[in-house]
């Protein structure tokens, strides 16, 4: 089973900030990585798949990269709706999800 | 439009077996997969396994052999049985439509989750 490692597990961020998590797999998955923003009460909603490929209506502040081991999701220019819980996953044979990075507010 | 919503008991005693149903509309089972997800408490979420949509399932080999997903496509339903539940299988239960573009590149992705459905193992 590829684990998927977030960090870091929280940050304290500013509106109109930016923003950077990381997420790093146990072993390559090449460009096999979604991302996920999660509200409280609320289902995971996809934004990234395929490392780089922003979903329908996701708007552009939200920039994926990575291959291989390391991802990054990049929030250019940080909302207050932004404040959520952040998840990767590979969707490899077993898919596995991250443990989530929780952006909150300084 | 897409929609999945997942119905249940919301306990389930230890040991006992728990049975989820995700009804779906707005799209075809027999053209998507479906997932189960399910996530504890401040945790992260957990695949767990998949009803192709060709009728194959996948499983999550951490919880196969406790595990069964099968469908009924006249109803656009999936369903899910676990048996042995435990008190660490308490939590948010969710179904997923699973998108899978296999050209230019191989994508998967989770584009569709119900709300949710809590479930609670205690005596």
């Known amino acids: 089973e590829t684990v998927m490692t977030q960090s870091p597990t929280s940050m304290s961020t500013s509106i109109g900030e930016r923003v950077t998590l990381n997420c790093k797999a146990s072993?390559?998955?090449?460009?096999?990585v979604d991302w996920y923003q999660q509200t409280p009460g609320q289902s995971p909603k996809l934004l990234i798949y395929?490392?780089?490929n922003r979903h329908t209506g996701v708007p552009d502040r939200f920039t994926g990269s990575g291959f291989g081991r390391d991802f990054t999701l990049t929030i250019s220019n940080m909302e207050a709706e932004d404040l959520a819980v952040y998840y990767c996953?590979?969707?490899?044979?077993?898919?596995?999800f991250g443990a989530g990075t929780k952006l909150e507010l300084k | 439009q897409v929609q999945l919503k997942e119905s249940g008991p919301g306990l389930v005693q230890p040991s006992e077996t728990l049975s989820l149903t995700c009804t779906v509309s707005g799209f075809s089972l027999t053209s998507y997969s479906v997932s189960w997800v399910r996530q504890p408490s401040g945790k992260g979420p957990e695949w767990m396994g998949r009803m192709w949509y060709d009728g194959d399932t996948a499983y999550n080999s951490a919880l196969k052999s406790r595990l069964s997903i099968s469908r009924d496509t006249s109803k656009n339903q999936v369903f899910l049985k676990m048996n042995s539940l435990q008190t660490d299988d308490t939590g948010t239960y969710y179904c997923t439509r699973d998108t899978e573009i296999v050209m230019p590149s191989y994508y998967w992705y989770f584009d569709f989750w119900g709300p949710g459905t809590m479930v609670t193992v205690s005596s």
């Open positions: 996953l590979q969707y490899g044979s077993i898919p596995t």
């Open positions: 395929g490392a780089s």
């Open positions: 072993q390559s998955v090449g460009i096999n």
